[in-house]
């Protein structure tokens, strides 16, 4: 069973940057595709970003493109989602993802097979 956590969450003005880090641990990490999601009060889940199993290929959101960077460290199982210019619109809960069956990354969540328990991210205006 892979179990991962979010950290990095909290409270930052806007125009600030952030880094979420997401370990995962039980299973092969470096044979699967990592995603980010969020999910804003009373809006559903939606993509954010994702990395191939290799790291040589990523998506992102348009609503991220160029503010947010998605990387990966094999070596110590873990995915980042770095977060520069963040705007009160970036306000919600992200959530990890690992896709233990293909190894490219999917803007859908139901390509998901893991998912983190959430961390939380303010941006104040």
């Known amino acids: 069973q892979v179990q991962l956590v979010e950290s990095g969450g909290g409270l930052v003005q806007a125009g600030g940057s952030l880094r979420l880090s997401c370990?995962?641990?039980?299973?092969?990490?470096?044979?699967?595709?990592m995603g980010w999601f969020r999910q804003?009060?009373?809006?559903e889940r939606e993509f954010v970003?994702?990395?191939r199993s290799r790291g040589d290929s990523?998506?992102?959101a348009d609503s991220v493109k160029g503010r947010f960077i998605i990387a990966r460290d094999d070596a110590k199982n873990t995915v980042y989602l770095e977060m520069n210019s963040l705007k009160p619109?970036?306000?919600?809960v992200y959530y990890c993802a690992a896709d233990r069956r293909?190894?490219?990354?999917?803007?859908?969540?139901?390509?998901?097979?893991?998912?983190g328990q959430g961390t939380q991210?303010?941006?104040s205006s």
């Open 121 to 123: 991210v303010t941006v």
């Open 40 to 43: 804003a009060p009373g809006k």
């Open 58 to 60: 990523t998506l992102y």
């Open 89 to 92: 619109e970036d306000t919600a």
């Open 23 to 33: 370990a995962a641990s039980g299973g092969t990490f470096s044979s699967y595709a």
């Open 49 to 51: 970003a994702a990395i």
């Open 102 to 115: 293909y190894s490219v990354p999917s803007r859908r969540e139901t390509s998901y097979d893991y998912w």
